[in-house]
């Protein structure tokens, strides 16, 4: 009997023995997701081995991948807002108020957006499309033939476009713009019904100013040469019409003046050109007296 006991306890620890090595051999190998290498031997190792993509787990999503989804939240790549970062390499929709490209900006308000249809500032209807802070005709973006926007006459800036700033645009040349009269190019600027030198404001100008040789000399031969006075040879008065140097000195007439200054005195009240109270026109006598009045310019 001891020794029929004896041979089941050998029997059935055998069997044991062939049971625990057949479980052993035929048990899978489970990829070890915290520990470094292939533990499957799947040639994927930890988060590269779809074993290990599990929610709440410790893979994270690969921005870069449109088919895998590692973190197991059901989103792929940069549809993942966990993707939405700086450097992660996704790219702003421009649309759906999500900062997809992690910059800090959405949108129209990041300058990737610039070209998007819904970015593009309409210069009308009152909104602000570009998200600039400026709306309408006060964001440069509009500033630009055929936009609409006017010139604004002042602040450096070309607001219709048409390459003319501020009083250099015609447009500008109207009343109240804020303009004034340039004095040469044949332009109203201040839109006052005067142009260029017949303006009042350019009286003073430089270039307005009459000169002896273009502008007086002409009348004074007229009106002062006749009767053989104030020519070669004669000189009478002490100054001769083709000499401009006689008119700088005093005259005797005039005391303490010029001669040209005392020319103009005696033509205002009649008492010269002699015998022809009157002859010199009012438009000449003006042009004598901004000749006088500009410093008795050559």
Request: glycine residues 12%; aromatic residues 6%; negative net charge.
């Amino acid at each position: 009997m001891a020794r029929v006991a004896w041979v089941m306890l050998l029997w059935s620890s055998a069997l044991l023995a062939a049971v625990e090595t057949t479980s052993c051999g035929s048990k899978p190998a489970v990829e070890q997701c915290f520990l470094v290498g292939d533990e499957d031997g799947n040639g994927l190792a930890d988060c590269e081995d779809s074993a290990c993509w599990r929610a709440n787990g410790a893979c994270k999503q690969a921005c870069d991948s449109d088919t895998d989804d590692q973190d197991a939240d059901g989103l792929i790549g940069c549809l993942d807002p966990n993707c939405w970062v700086k450097g992660a390499g996704c790219e702003e929709v421009c649309e759906g108020a999500k900062d997809e490209d992690g910059d800090g900006k959405t949108d129209c308000a990041d300058s990737d957006c610039a070209s998007f249809e819904a970015c593009i500032e309409q210069c009308s209807g009152g909104k602000d499309e570009d998200v600039d802070g400026k709306t309408d005709c006060a964001d440069s973006d509009c500033w630009v033939a055929d936009s609409g926007c006017k010139e604004l006459c002042s602040g450096g800036a070309d607001e219709d476009g048409d390459a003319q700033i501020d009083c250099a645009d015609s447009d500008c040349w109207v009343a109240d713009s804020g303009c004034n009269e340039l004095c040469s190019g044949g332009a109203d600027e201040d839109a006052d019904g005067q142009v260029d030198c017949d303006d009042t404001d350019c009286k003073g100008d430089v270039g307005c100013v009459p000169t002896y040789a273009k502008d007086v000399k002409a009348i004074f031969a007229t009106r002062c040469a006749g009767g053989a006075c104030h020519i070669e040879g004669i000189g009478a008065g002490g100054w001769v019409i083709t000499k401009y140097e006689t008119l700088l000195l005093p005259s005797l007439y005039c005391p303490s003046e010029s001669k040209g200054w005392c020319s103009l005195f005696r033509m205002q009240e009649g008492s010269m050109p002699k015998d022809c109270p009157g002859c010199v026109k009012p438009a000449e006598i003006d042009t004598v007296k901004r000749w006088v009045d500009g410093g008795l310019l050559p």
